[in-house]
């Protein structure tokens, strides 16, 4: 497992042919490019991103223990 931040696929964004989905990270929603991952994600899909890519796709354990990683190095999860 990389380093990455855990978000959770919202849809995938028209116009990119299947390369770009709208991403929730802690309530805060962008475009990251899923061009990298081996199948295209479904709404609901947990990913990890770096750098904007998402790099692979998680369980919901796998992204609360990798928040739970930024939580230990100082970046503490928003209110």
């Not at 497992?1 to 959770?8: A, K, N, Q």
């Given at each position: 497992?990389?380093?990455?931040?855990?978000?959770?696929v919202v849809e995938i964004v028209d116009g990119y042919e299947n390369q770009v989905a709208l991403i929730d990270v802690e309530g805060k929603q962008r475009n990251i490019n899923i061009g990298m991952l081996e199948e295209t994600p479904e709404p609901g899909t947990w990913v990890l991103i770096h750098m904007g890519f998402a790099l692979e796709t998680v369980d919901e354990t796998a992204a609360s223990e990798a928040m739970s990683g930024l939580e230990m190095m100082g970046r503490e999860r928003d209110a």
């Open positions: 497992m990389c380093l990455g931040i855990p978000g959770r």
